[in-house]
């Protein structure tokens, strides 16, 4: 029926589980930052974190109009060394610096993530029936790029998109078009999968195509029809599969 599939990542295809406010999280980072002459308290840190994140969302709202903006994270741990309250004068730190920093942050707070049962036997099966895969992903690069590394995933697409790249997350329906678009894709062969009615769906709605609705979440009959009234325009055109299972594509 359809000529391409395009994926979410997280809750669709792999199974995943963090929090940034796990014991340790910040100490941690607090400290790396600290061996390199910038100096923050742990809640203090967490606190300009979350700060610096919505700040940079408005620069890219006001500069890009965008209404689901996504910014890039190496900004603000930069920002976290350049603005910290106790910083050795001339100090500087090198882009690999805040890369690897990233990852053991996120790595820190990770507590889960695995592929789901079917994730690697569905994307083969597509591959080998000669259908075009692709990823769109709303996710931090250097947080998300090496974990599709990590569950073996980058062989199955043709594309992989992570939003922050583009400066701007489902459901903003540009980040759907541009991929399309670059492919040629027919909006009549083409679905997106996902696990998220208002990301995910809301996003296929916007941009005119059909959509897998996977209910990893677990909701029920009631919340998944309450959700699709109050986001969705076209409800005909999702199919739910209420088991979440993605051999039931």
Same mark, same amino acid.
């Given at each position: 029926?359809?000529?391409?599939?395009?994926?979410?990542?997280?809750?669709?295809?792999?199974?995943?589980?963090?929090?940034?406010?796990?014991?340790?999280?910040?100490?941690?980072?607090?400290?790396?930052?600290?061996?390199?002459?910038?100096?923050?308290?742990?809640?203090?840190?967490?606190?300009?974190?979350?700060?610096?994140?919505?700040?940079?969302?408005?620069?890219?709202?006001?500069?890009?109009?965008?209404?689901?903006?996504?910014?890039?994270?190496?900004?603000?741990?930069?920002?976290?060394?350049?603005?910290?309250?106790?910083?050795?004068?001339?100090?500087?730190?090198?882009?690999?610096?805040?890369?690897?920093?990233?990852?053991?942050?996120?790595?820190? $707070?990770?507590?889960?993530?695995?592929?789901?049962? @079917?994730?690697?036997?569905? /994307? %083969?099966? *597509?591959?080998? +029936?000669?259908?075009?895969?692709?990823?769109?992903?709303?996710?931090?690069?250097?947080?998300?790029?090496?974990?599709?590394?990590?569950?073996?995933?980058?062989?199955?697409?043709?594309?992989?998109?992570?939003?922050?790249?583009?400066?701007?997350?489902?459901?903003?329906?540009?980040?759907?078009?541009?991929?399309?678009?670059?492919?040629?894709?027919?909006?009549?062969?083409?679905?997106?999968?996902?696990?998220?009615?208002?990301?995910?769906?809301?996003?296929?709605?916007?941009?005119?195509?059909? $959509?897998?609705?996977?209910?990893?979440?677990?909701? @029920?009959?009631?919340?998944? /029809? %309450?959700? *699709?009234?109050? +986001?969705?325009?076209?409800?005909?055109?999702?199919?739910?599969?209420?088991?979440?299972?993605?051999?039931?594509?």
């Amino acid at each position: 029926m359809f000529d391409n599939y395009i994926f979410d990542l997280y809750a669709t295809l792999v199974s995943v589980r963090t929090d940034q406010t796990k014991p340790g999280l910040w100490k941690m980072t607090a400290a790396r930052y600290g061996e390199a002459g910038a100096f923050w308290k742990p809640d203090d840190m967490q606190t300009a974190y979350r700060r610096m994140i919505k700040e940079e969302e408005q620069k890219l709202i006001d500069t890009l109009d965008v209404s689901y903006p996504e910014p890039d994270l190496k900004i603000v741990f930069r920002r976290l060394y350049e603005e910290a309250p106790g910083r050795v004068i001339g100090g500087s730190v090198t882009d690999e610096w805040i890369v690897k920093t990233m990852r053991q942050f996120r790595l820190k $707070s990770r507590i889960r993530l695995r592929n789901y049962h @079917d994730t690697h036997a569905v /994307l %083969q099966r *597509l591959r080998d +029936e000669g259908k075009g895969v692709y990823l769109l992903t709303n996710a931090e690069h250097e947080f998300t790029a090496p974990e599709i590394a990590e569950m073996d995933l980058s062989q199955y697409f043709e594309e992989i998109r992570i939003s922050s790249d583009y400066h701007m997350r489902k459901p903003e329906p540009q980040f759907l078009l541009d991929m399309m678009s670059d492919h040629g894709m027919d909006p009549d062969r083409t679905v997106m999968v996902g696990n998220d009615i208002c990301s995910d769906i809301k996003i296929a709605d916007s941009c005119g195509i059909s $959509s897998v609705y996977l209910n990893t979440w677990h909701f @029920d009959d009631d919340q998944i /029809l %309450q959700l *699709l009234k109050k +986001e969705i325009r076209h409800p005909e055109r999702v199919r739910i599969i209420r088991s979440g299972r993605l051999n039931k594509l």
